[in-house]
């Protein structure tokens, strides 16, 4: 009979600003379905909405998703 031995290294996880953060706003009004396709710059993205929402009265709800980039390190 064999015993495996499983050994665990504590890692931590943190953001690395330096690789961007994406950002795409989804109109929420019933059928719409528009949304601003995904920014490289969050600013471009709400721009979209404040635009949309000027063309389209009662198109005032969206849902933001934001991706950003995240590294892996080995605690020492
Ligand atoms: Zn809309």
Redesign the pocket.
């Known amino acids: 009979m064999s015993r495996t031995v499983l050994r665990y290294v504590a890692h931590t996880i943190n953001r690395v600003p330096e690789n961007g953060i994406t950002a795409e706003l989804f109109?929420a009004?019933d059928e719409?379905?528009?949304s601003s396709g995904p920014e490289g710059n969050p600013d471009d993205a709400q721009d979209w909405a404040l635009r949309?929402t000027g063309r389209?009265p009662g198109?005032d709800l969206f849902r933001r998703e934001y991706t950003d980039h995240a590294r892996v390190i080995r605690a020492e």
Do not use: R, Y
């Open positions: 109109c009004a719409c379905g528009l949309h389209n198109h």
